[in-house]
């Protein structure tokens, strides 16, 4: 294999790697829930795109022919991993899982948790 | 080829009554009755050749390999049958065209007599031992449901009951008696057992087969000790008791005797057992039969006394004792079936068959209690009738008896006294009917039945008049070839005359004619003695013993089957510790031959994470959607396992199963108990963790043994000869749709009848449906959020899209019908979850159930397609072709079946899936079930 390309290959995997380490701390580190949700997003997104892209780097130089599978899965998470995250969102809103203190505009999570719109007085 | 027809016309008769019932009542009747008349048509023409000691025989590869045939055979014995079982079937046939109510369904009716008809054909002409139980079976069965027309009467359900209990045990120990019989000669081919008589006697099994084979035909043919089950049967339809009762099921017992006559008698054991039964049977059922009030009641347990008399016959020492047996035979079946035809008459004339309020009906109906006389004077057996002929030759033939020694004496003596009876019931079928003063309130005022309601009585009644004059002339030949196929060729001399002179038989008569006029006339002093016993109504008796029965197995059932589920695992496991234990205790090593493949890091953790998942799913199982978590990470790591160790095809449809199981859980959780109690003590966790160790080290030794063991299996054949064989590269896939497609054919047949019975199961289930969580917490309100519909909405295209790519590339690359049903089916429902049922209602109109049936019919429809070709059953076929721009292309027959099992997946999938999530909504139903 031609050096440049694996070296191509090698960095997108440790951007790709590096992403998905770092999710996985914060997923553990990240003292609430609702900022523990940021973790995995990240993971899920640049991690598996550059490994995905590595791949597809890889499979395209070895087959000879354009491989697009791997865009057609990084689509597929690129749709479903903020459901998800939303998914979870709502869930916790539901259960009222406390945000951290410091965490601003604590007000908004009880209309979200109605479903009302933000009163305007409310506007800091 | 005619042979085979005889049968095989009343069989496909069965159909038509059910056809031509829309045609009218008449001509229902008039369809019915063509193909059984063809049938007797054919037995009549192969007549000739039978009459001239010819056996027929005629026989088709069944089961080769298990020496089973469809083997028939006409002779002598089978020929007088079927010209009875026809002849008189015909007749009854047209007697119930007028006995039958508007209310009752004809065609339900003539279609169960026509198919006991075939059975009794079947059984008479039956060449194989094991065709001849599966005929006598269907008469069980077949009886029982023409004992139980009228179903919404209790005695008629219990009566049918009854007979089908006694006379279904009788039938296990006939094929108990047959088979061991086969075992003694070596073959099941009458031929072979007829001509084996000596080596069966001589064999030390012959008492057992003996005897069991002389149950079944006690049993059918109501014999002491289980005479009982006739009388109850006369809840039946009359009809279906002058058919059954007296000419051809009770004779079903008699005819297995006689054709096992040859090889089975001549010994004492035989003797012993038949002529004491016989005896007893004739006097109990002759006494009885005086007493009874019940018209039907009296014809029966004449019936059982007349079978009595029959099977002594055949119990006696002498050929000449056959031929009187034989004889009695055509003469019973003419004058008994007359008989009950001739009550059912009266009973649909006058609306009643006690005999104590039936008085002189000789002024209503002169014509009917002519024919019925004449019918009873033959049961007596006065001279002239053809009753009187068979009796004669049994009472001369008691007088050779010498099989009880310095006591057969008292054999004609107990025959004559049988005689006596005989003659005293029917003077009081007679007397009491048609004579003794005026009718006492009857509920109709009686009258002659219509013309064509007589005819089948007139027949019948002519021939006991026609025997009785000219014997010779009307059934000699026939009774000559019966009897010689019985007596296996050694017909003895014998004479069919009127007058033998004045003789001891002549004296037993009279003395049997006027002993039974004296107790007639005596009759109120026998009533009253009759009288001091206790009635026992053996229905009654029958039932309680059943009941019994039935709550003992209940009880011993239940200690087993207690509704735990922990005890259900526990009992399983243990057996099947029990079972492996042994085996391995006695293999040496653990360890094969085969080396080890070397380890990695990433099968380490993947390991690792496994068995924690599974542990934690064990620890928090109590805490059910982490458990539920944890065990689809139990599943993700097993589906990537098979990706690691080249079964990407398994990987697929594990991924995909494990998201519909996930779904399947979260559905049947959510209407579960939210909080699970703690079940178990202390000391049952230690046991149940004791055997858990003990069973998991047991299946890991195995799985270690045989991976470390070289493995010799056909997947060579399958790698080899997938392309060139099946057309695919993909071997996973042609296995499935070509190689064992049709495993696969029944496995989604399997799966499709599965989805109906859970349908079936939840469609009209209410359950709890809790409000809120665990906590008290109430549902969300938000039952389908705007983001995750539109986004689910958006995705199904692409779904479906993937699900057609892995379709169509199944045969070559992993994919196929199953794993692409499984992806349609998780796309479908994530729109039921992301928008509700209501949404999906309107926009998709698919009824599983057809998706379902017609799955099976493509799959099922493209295995016939090769029969087109003139192949075997699901013979694959592809080929290869080029389109321009598409380049070129593989099409296989195995596709349309892949099809077929893509649909079923889809609809069982959503069947269950989409029900079970419905139950969650507003179309769960909510009023109680009306009664």
């Keep these: 294999m031609n050096f440049w390309v694996e070296l191509l290959i090698t960095i997108l995997l440790l951007i790709g790697g590096i992403f998905v380490l770092v999710g996985s701390i914060g997923l553990i580190r990240l003292p609430d829930f609702y900022t523990r949700l940021h973790a995995p997003t990240k993971a899920t997104t640049v991690g598996m795109g550059g490994i995905l892209i590595a791949s597809m780097v890889m499979m395209t130089n070895n087959q000879g022919y354009l491989s697009l599978h791997e865009l057609l899965i990084t689509l597929f998470l690129l749709i479903t991993a903020p459901i998800t995250a939303h998914m979870l969102a709502k869930t916790a809103l539901h259960h009222e899982n406390r945000a951290l203190r410091r965490t601003r505009s604590q007000h908004l999570m009880e209309c979200a948790r109605e479903q009302q719109p933000p009163k305007p007085a409310d506007h800091d | 080829m005619s042979l085979f027809w005889i049968p095989l016309l009343p069989l496909l008769g069965t159909l038509v009554p059910l056809l031509s019932e829309r045609f009218g009542r008449s001509a229902c009747a008039l ?7 063809i049938a007797l048509a054919i037995v009549l023409n192969l007549s000739l050749e039978v009459l001239q000691g010819n056996t027929l025989l005629q026989s088709f590869s069944w089961i080769p390999a298990m020496g089973l045939d469809l083997s028939f055979r006409l002779d002598g014995l089978a020929l007088l049958f079927c010209i ?77 009951r009854m007979a089908l209990t006694v006379t279904g045990a009788g039938g296990l120990a006939l094929l108990a008696g047959l088979l061991l019989i086969a075992q003694i000669v070596g073959s099941y081919d009458l031929d072979v057992v007829l001509a084996s008589g000596d080596t069966l006697r001589e064999h030390a099994a012959y008492p057992i087969a003996l005897v069991l084979v002389l149950l079944g035909a006690f049993t059918k043919s109501a014999q002491f000790p289980f005479h009982f089950w006739l009388p109850h049967a006369m809840a039946a339809p009359t009809p279906v008791s002058a058919y059954l009762h007296s000419a051809t099921m009770v004779k079903a017992g008699i005819f297995l005797m006689a054709r096992f006559y040859p090889v089975l008698s001549g010994t004492e054991l035989w003797f012993l057992i038949v002529s004491l039964t016989g005896l007893a049977t004739l006097l109990l059922g002759a006494y009885i039969a005086l007493f009874k009030h019940d018209l039907k009641g009296l014809l029966a347990y004449s019936t059982v006394s007349h079978l009595g008399l029959i099977t002594l016959l055949l119990g006696m020492d002498t050929q000449l004792a056959a031929v009187a047996a034989v004889f009695h035979i055509i003469n019973h079946a003419t004058f008994k079936a007359s008989l009950f035809m001739a009550a059912g008459i ?80 029917s003077t009081r079928f007679i007397h009491d009917v048609f004579f003794n003063g005026e009718p006492i309130d009857l509920p109709k005022t009686p009258h002659e039945p ?62 049997a004619m006027l002993g039974g006029l004296v107790i007639y006339y005596n009759r109120r002093h026998l009533f009253q003695f009759q009288a001091q016993f206790p009635e026992t109504d053996a229905k009654l008796v029958f039932e309680r013993l059943i009941q019994s029965l039935v709550a003992g197995a209940t009880e011993a059932h239940k200690v087993f089957e207690n509704g735990s589920l922990q005890r259900y695992m526990v009992l399983l496991l243990l057996f099947a510790l029990v079972l492996t234990a042994g085996p391995l205790m006695d293999l040496n090593t653990t360890a094969g031959l085969r080396p080890h493949l070397p380890i990695d890091a990433v099968e380490i953790t993947a390991a690792v994470l496994l068995c924690l998942s599974a542990l934690a799913t064990m620890i928090w199982h109590r805490k059910r959607m982490i458990a539920l978590l944890t065990l689809s990470v139990v599943g993700l790591i097993v589906s ?81 000869n997938s392309k060139t064989g099946g057309g695919g590269t993909n071997v996973v896939n042609v296995i499935l749709v070509d190689f064992r497609g049709f495993d696969t054919l029944g496995e989604i047949t399997v799966l499709g009848i599965a989805a109906l019975g859970i349908f079936k199961l939840i469609a009209r289930m209410r359950l709890f449906m809790p409000a809120g969580d665990e906590n008290g917490r109430p549902w969300a309100r938000d039952r389908h959020p705007v983001m995750l519909a539109v986004i689910s909405q958006s995705l199904l295209p692409l779904a479906l899209l993937v699900s057609v790519y892995i379709f169509l590339r199944g045969h070559n690359l992993p994919g196929g019908g199953f794993i692409a049903g499984l992806v349609t089916s998780v796309a479908l429902v994530q729109q039921y979850v992301a928008h509700g049922v209501d949404w999906i209602k309107e926009r998709l109109k698919i009824d599983y159930q057809w998706l379902i049936a017609s799955g099976v019919l493509i799959a099922a429809l493209t295995g016939l397609g090769s029969w087109v070709f003139e192949r075997p059953f699901l013979t694959s076929w592809f080929d290869y072709f080029h389109l321009p721009w598409i380049g070129e292309f593989e099409l296989a027959s195995a596709m349309i079946f892949d099809l077929g099992v893509y649909l079923t997946v889809v609809g069982a999938t959503l069947l269950i899936l989409a029900n079970l999530g419905k139950l969650t909504t507003s179309h769960r139903p909510t009023q109680p079930e009306s009664e």
Excluded at chain 2, 31 to 37: D, V
Excluded at chain 2, 126 to 140: A, D, G, P, V
Excluded at chain 2, 373 to 390: D, E, K, Q, T, Y
């Design chain 2, 31 to 37: 369809f019915t009755a063509i193909l059984p008349a």
């Design chain 2, 84 to 160: 009875l079982i026809l002849g008189i079937g015909l007749l009854v046939i047209l007697y119930a065209r007028y006995y039958l109510s508007q209310q009752d369904s004809m065609s339900r009716f003539y279609a169960y007599l026509i198919l006991f008809m075939t059975a009794m054909v079947g059984i008479v002409t039956s060449n194989n031992m094991i065709q001849l139980w599966l005929f006598w079976e269907l008469t069980s069965i077949s009886s029982f449901l023409l004992i139980s027309f009228w179903n919404h009467k209790s005695d008629a359900r219990k009566g049918a």
């Design chain 2, 640 to 720: 990537i396992a098979f990706a690691r160790f080249s079964a990407p095809d398994l990987a697929l449809t594990q991924l995909s199963v494990e998201v519909v199981t996930v779904i399947l859980l979260m559905l049947a959780l959510f209407f579960l108990p939210q909080k699970t109690p703690k079940e178990s003590s202390p000391r049952r966790v230690v046991r149940d963790l004791g055997i858990a160790a003990i069973i998991g080290g047991i299946i890991g030794t195995i799985n270690y043994a045989l991976m470390t063991r070289p493995l010799t299996s056909i997947s060579d054949f399958f790698l080899a």
């Design chain 2, 450 to 511: 219509p013309r064509y309601m007589r005819i089948p009585v007139e027949v019948l009644v002519a021939l006991c008049l026609l025997v009785g004059i000219f014997p010779g002339f009307i059934v000699g030949d026939l009774l000559a070839s019966a009897s010689s196929a019985v007596l296996a060729g050694n017909l003895p001399e014998y004479s069919l005359s009127i007058w033998h002179g004045f003789n001891l038989p002549l004296v037993m008569s009279l003395i």
């Design chain 2, 346 to 425: 009266i009973d649909h004339e006058s609306g009643s068959r006690d005999m104590r309020k039936l008085n002189g009906l000789w002024k209503y109906m002169p014509y009917t209690a002519t024919l019925a006389m004449v019918a009873a004077a033959s049961m007596a057996g006065v001279p002239l009738l053809n009753g009187f002929l068979s009796k004669e030759m049994f009472f001369a033939e008691t007088l050779h008896q010498v099989a009880l020694g310095s006591l057969s004496w008292m054999v004609p003596v107990l025959a004559t006294l049988g005689g006596v009876f005989s003659v005293a019931y």
